[in-house]
C-alpha cells in the first residue's frame, strides 16, 4: 500500500457510511431516470396502434390509405360499419383495397347490419353507386375475418391494454354496440379520435352531421363512455379542401395507389365544383391526420352531448363552452309552484373538440405520402 492510500482513508471513511449511501442511490437514480427517458422515447417513436372504423367510402378510401402509409401508425383492423354504403358494400370495398395496398394481413370485419334505433340513410350521391366514386377495384385476394367487429374491438383491446387508438369515421353503431357489450374497455383505450359532429352547423341538417345523424343514440354511448376522446369534425374539415392543385402530384408521380387515390379524388372534387366549392373537404383523412399528429388541430376541451330528441336537431353535437349548466328546482309557493335557479351543475370536459387546422399542412402530408405509391 502506497503513502496516499495508507494516510488518506477510503471514501466510506472520509465521508461516513450515511453519505456514501445517499451516493449510491443518487447514481442508481440518475440511471433508472435514463431507461425510463430511453424506454419513453421508443415508446414515444414506436407506431401508435389503430383500429379504423369505416363506412367506405370516398373519404374513407383516402383515409384508409394515408393510414396504411403512415410509419407513425400500426393499422390493426378495419371493422366496418354501414354509413355511406351498406354493411355488404363497405365490406368488398374495405377487402378491395387492402389487396390492392397487398396488406391481406389486416383483419378486416363486418359489424352492425344498420344504425340502433333506425334505418339507414345511405349516401351514393356522395361517393358513387359503389362508394368508392365508381372507381372499380379488381377483386379482392383477401379474406374477411369471421368475427363480428364489435367483437374484434373488445378482444383487441383486451390484447394490447392502454395501446390502441380508435379511429372511428363513420356512423358510432359498431363502437357503441363494443361498449355495450364489455365496459370494461373503456380503461383498456388509448384514446379515441373520431370524424363527426360539428358545433357551427351541420351538412344533414341545419344541425347535424351525417355520421353523427346516421346513429344518435350510438354516438351518445361513445361520447358519454368516460375515455379520452378527440371530435374532428365539419368545423375543421370544411376547411380542408383537396384541390385539383393538391392532387396533381399524384397524376405527376403514379402508382397503383396514388392512381386509385387520384381516381376518387377526382371525382369527390368533380362533384364539389359542381357546387361552387373549389376542393372536396378530407373529413375523414383528417381525422387520421390527427391521429398521426395532434399539433395539426386546435382542440380545446368542452361538455359534448349527442341530442336524440330534437324536432330539428336530431343528432348534433350540443358543446358546452362553460362546463357547467344552469340547476333549476321546482319549489313551491302560494301563488302556484315554479322553478327557481339554484346554482351551477358542474359538467366534466368529455370531448376536445378540433377547432382550428393547418390544412395547408396536412393536405400536403396527405398528398406526399401517397404520391408514386
Ligand atoms: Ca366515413
Redesign the pocket.
Known amino acids: 500500500m502506497d503513502w496516499l492510500h495508507e494516510n488518506y482513508p477510503a471514501s466510506s471513511e472520509r465521508f461516513g457510511p450515511g453519505l456514501l449511501d445517499h451516493l449510491d442511490l443518487l447514481k442508481a437514480f440518475l440511471r433508472f431516470l435514463l431507461l425510463l427517458a430511453l424506454f419513453m422515447s421508443i415508446a414515444a417513436s414506436a407506431p401508435r396502434k389503430v383500429i379504423i372504423d369505416?363506412?367506405?367510402?370516398t373519404?374513407?378510401a383516402i383515409?384508409i390509405m394515408l393510414a396504411l402509409h403512415s410509419p407513425e401508425l400500426d393499422v390493426r383492423a378495419l371493422t366496418v360499419v354501414p354509413?355511406?354504403v351498406t354493411l355488404a358494400q363497405g365490406m368488398d370495398n374495405a377487402l378491395r383495397m387492402l389487396s390492392l395496398a397487398n396488406r391481406c394481413g389486416i383483419p378486416v370485419a363486418a359489424g352492425a347490419q344498420h344504425p340502433l334505433f333506425q334505418k339507414l340513410t345511405t349516401a351514393e350521391l356522395f361517393h358513387g353507386q359503389n362508394g368508392l366514386g365508381n372507381v372499380e377495384l379488381p377483386p379482392s385476394k383477401c379474406q374477411a375475418d369471421p368475427r363480428w367487429a364489435p367483437d374484434l374491438i373488445i378482444q383487441m383491446v383486451h390484447a394490447n391494454p392502454h395501446e390502441i387508438t380508435l379511429v372511428p369515421?363513420?356512423p358510432l353503431t359498431n363502437i357503441a354496440l363494443a361498449l355495450e357489450k364489455d365496459p370494461s374497455i373503456v380503461p383498456l383505450v388509448k384514446e379515441v379520435v373520431l370524424?363527426g359532429g360539428s358545433i357551427s352547423g351541420g351538412n344533414v341538417s341545419g344541425a347535424a352531421e351525417?355520421?353523427i345523424h346516421n346513429d344518435p343514440e350510438a354516438a351518445q354511448i361513445v361520447f358519454q363512455a368516460g375515455w379520452p376522446l378527440t371530435m374532428v369534425g365539419l368545423d375543421v374539415g370544411n376547411q380542408t379542401l383537396l384541390t385539383r392543385r393538391h392532387i396533381a402530384a399524384l397524376a405527376k408521380n403514379r402508382g397503383p395507389i396514388s392512381d386509385f387515390i387520384y381516381q376518387v379524388a377526382d371525382f369527390r372534387i368533380a362533384f364539389s365544383e359542381k357546387h361552387a366549392s373549389p376542393g372536396a373537404p378530407m373529413?375523414?383523412p383528417l381525422a387520421v391526420g390527427v391521429a398521426i399528429d395532434s399539433t395539426l388541430v386546435q382542440a380545446p376541451a368542452m361538455h359534448v352531448d349527442v341530442e336524440t330528441r330534437g324536432e330539428f336537431t336530431r343528432g348534433e353535437t350540443v358543446a358546452n363552452r362553460r362546463g357547467s349548466n344552469e340547476l333549476n328546482t321546482l319549489q313551491h309557493f302560494p301563488d302556484g309552484d315554479r322553478y327557481v335557479i339554484e346554482g351551477f351543475e358542474k359538467l366534466s370536459l368529455n370531448v376536445k373538440v378540433c377547432t382550428a387546422v393547418d390544412a395547408e399542412k396536412f393536405l400536403q402530408m396527405l398528398v406526399t405520402r401517397l404520391e408514386g405509391k
Open positions: 369505416t363506412d367506405p367510402g373519404d374513407d383515409a354509413g355511406n369515421v363513420g370524424m351525417a355520421n373529413y375523414d
